[in-house]
């Protein structure tokens, strides 16, 4: 299963996790950096200074719950 971890980079380059959101769409064309960070946005960070929100994606074994890293991390600039 596909999940995003979502961080957020403090004033000293450390990041902090805010939460990992599942991905659930079936229509691989509706997957976009752009709408992967609106949800967090809307989710777990909601404000005008979202440069700082970042994610990762990863992927969850649905039987043992175990993350693993699928690909590189996606930030906003």
């Not at 596909?2 to 004033?11: H, T």
């Not at 902090?16 to 989710?43: A, Y």
Request: no cysteine; net charge positive.
């Amino acid at each position: 299963m596909l999940a995003y971890e979502f961080y957020l980079n403090d004033s000293d380059g450390n990041k902090s996790l805010l939460g990992i959101l599942p991905e659930r769409r079936k229509d691989p064309n509706r997957i976009t950096q752009k709408s992967i960070l609106g949800w967090g946005r809307m989710l777990l960070y909601d404000t005008a200074d979202g440069r700082r929100l970042f994610f990762e994606r990863v992927a969850m074994n649905e039987y043992t719950g175990k993350f693993f890293r699928s690909g590189p991390s996606l930030k906003t600039y």
